[in-house]
């Protein structure tokens, strides 16, 4: 049997199993922007799950750029969020070359944009009552690129750049990333009220690290940055040297991969 024919007689398997399915069967998918702190939607009803035929629609659709053509308008607007935080690192890297702190700010700024985005897309999905078969998980990997990977790039520019302060910055960034995955998988067994609303949050959400960016805003609006930034350094001249500001880090990612900390829902 060639390889071509095992693929075709593999993807005709999946078709078929998904048709065999009943509506029982089919995964409730986790609610759209249930893992976002910003929820504008968050006392409505849940949004209808998508139906058998949209699955099987999805695995056959073999046309050019069908990813592209499956996607619904709020699944664009979410990756308006993953745009924005790649370019608050972009600016970030330009600050490297430059020394400008108009680039940290503008970095801040975007991540301020994404925060808008993630903010919107859960409203459109609302509007138009649908959701999407890839929302949630496009969902979280934004918000890891514009609440975790930026805000950790951003520290690292205005001066938290020892090994150990990056140890710290990486340990915070990987946290994040667990929280978000774990969020993908145990969303549906958290406690919901009546409305279908989760009680509450398992950790630390991963946007409240934009209470970072407000920080980082203010030392580089005082330009309290670099060889300035409150604390100073321990260890200083040796490898173990870090600014003691970096164990809040890592101390904030502990609490999102927290199982036992419930943060109850607005």
């Known amino acids: ?7 075709k007689k ?6 078929s199993d998904v048709e065999d399915l009943t509506d029982s069967e089919i995964p409730n998918p986790p609610l759209r922007r249930s893992s976002s702190l910003f929820s504008l ?11 058998v035929h949209e699955y099987t629609a999805f695995i056959e659709d073999k046309r050019h750029f069908s990813l592209i053509r499956n996607l619904h308008m709020a699944d664009f607007i979410t990756l308006l969020n993953g745009f924005s935080g790649f370019y608050s690192i972009i600016s970030c890297l330009r600050y490297a ?13 975007f991540i301020c944009l994404g925060l808008f985005f993630d903010f919107f897309d859960g409203r459109v999905a609302r509007l138009r009552n649908k959701s999407s078969l890839m929302g949630q998980e496009l969902d979280s990997l934004a918000d890891l690129v514009s609440f975790s990977v930026s805000p950790a790039t951003i520290a690292f520019a205005i001066g938290f750049r020892s090994t150990v302060d990056v140890l710290i910055l990486t340990f915070w960034v990987l946290c994040g990333l667990t929280r978000l995955a774990r969020f993908n998988i145990s969303t549906n067994n958290i406690p919901k009220d009546k409305t279908g609303k989760s009680q509450y949050f398992e950790g630390l959400p991963v946007p409240t690290n934009l209470l970072w ?14 060889d300035q930034l409150p604390g100073g350094l321990v260890f200083e001249n040796s490898f173990l040297e870090f600014h003691p500001v970096t164990l809040l880090f890592a101390l904030h ?13 607005p």
């Open 1 to 7: 049997m060639s390889y071509s024919t095992s693929i």
């Open 10 to 15: 593999n993807e005709s398997a999946i078709a």
């Open 41 to 51: 939607s968050s006392n409505q009803e849940p949004l209808p799950r998508p139906e």
């Open 97 to 109: 070359l430059t020394d400008d702190l108009k680039y940290v700010q503008r970095a801040q700024f």
């Open 213 to 226: 960016v407000g920080f980082f805003a203010y030392l580089t609006s005082k330009k309290l940055i670099l």
């Open 253 to 265: 990612g502990c609490g999102e991969i927290s199982k036992s900390l419930h943060i109850p829902k």
